[in-house]
């Protein structure tokens, strides 16, 4: 990722296909964690002196232990379909349009460091563009990650992710698909901005340093920080995306952050933050670890 206003000394398809390449291999080594985040987020609180009602779910390798223990170490990957699809239409977008919006923004004959908050204003718009193209996507992994271990004879709501796309549109219709959209948007800009906006300032930064280069330990600082400011800032929005798309039963964004706060509490908008973070940090690291080796491997592929 350019950390100064110079253009990409790659192609357009080779940044896009970079980018959808970079997000789903990071999908794939981190949606166990985030079916635990799904899990943890769902769970409703428990009501005083019921039993029943304890929380199955206890922290994120309590979670992933139950998840695990109850319906296979498969059950981990579930969603994992959709997932894919979400990060080659979303992720190739937000990441790979980022540099080209970030320029048109700043003008083609901007030289020197790009003010972050043209950053922040470049990443809003791509991850606001990206997740309404992908939101179909997002919707049917959450339903698949939030689907637990079922009573005998109980069937599942969906066979796969090709299931779930026709059977949502079958039974409610094609804008259902689109379900959630409006804190999906809010959440995945948001998030978007503190993750590319924060990586592109902090590598930025660390390259003023006397004996930083670009290479992967500054990369790995990078995703870091990306990971840290992306959780704190988009997890009350997370949350509410998760309940509203698992959960048909909120009318409204308003309403699930209204009936959230009234019956579980402020601290609901943090609820599994720490998977959260552990999900969100190392799908950063791994995401731009990857992205900034295949960047270079398409600029050796297109300069040869």
């Given at each position: ?23 789903c ?7 166990p ?18 039993a ?15 998840i695990?223990?109850?319906e ?37 004959n ?12 470049a ?70 901005a ?41 997890s ?6 998760s309940?509203m ?53 398409v ?6």
């Open positions: 990722m350019v950390a100064d206003g110079k253009k990409s000394d790659i192609s357009l398809a080779g940044t896009l296909g970079s980018s959808a390449f970079a997000a291999f990071a999908e794939i080594c981190t949606i964690l985030d079916t635990a985040k799904v899990r943890l987020q769902l769970q409703k609180k428990a009501v005083a002196g019921d029943l009602s304890l929380p199955k779910y206890r922290g994120m390798l309590g979670t992933v232990a139950t695990a223990r109850e296979g170490v498969a059950a981990l990957w579930k969603g994992i379909v959709p997932g894919l699809h979400r990060q080659c239409l979303f992720g190739g977008l937000r990441i790979g349009m980022y540099e080209p919006v970030k320029n048109l923004y700043v003008g083609e901007f030289v020197g460091d790009v003010p972050l908050t043209k950053k922040i204003l990443a809003l718009t791509t991850g606001a563009l990206g997740i309404t193209v992908a939101n179909p996507t997002d919707l049917v992994k959450v339903r698949l990650q939030a689907e637990g271990k079922l009573p005998p004879g109980v069937p599942r709501r969906y066979t796969g992710a090709m299931n779930a796309y026709s059977t949502i549109v079958r039974k409610e219709g094609l804008a259902a698909l689109w379900t959630g959209l409006g804190p999906n948007v809010a959440r995945n800009a948001i998030i978007n503190a993750e590319l906006a924060s990586y592109d300032q902090v590598k930025q930064s660390i390259l003023k340093i006397p004996g930083f280069t670009d290479n992967v330990v500054t990369h790995l600082f990078a995703g870091l920080g990306a990971g840290f400011f992306a959780v704190c800032i988009g009350p929005v997370d949350v509410v995306k309940r798309m698992g959960d048909s039963a909120y009318k409204s964004t308003l309403d699930c952050f209204v009936k959230t706060l009234k019956n579980d509490g402020p601290l609901a908008f943090y609820k599994g933050f720490i998977p959260n973070f552990g999900r969100l940090g190392s799908w950063n690291v791994i995401m731009f670890l990857t992205l900034e080796q295949a960047k270079k491997f600029k050796n592929m297109e300069s040869s």
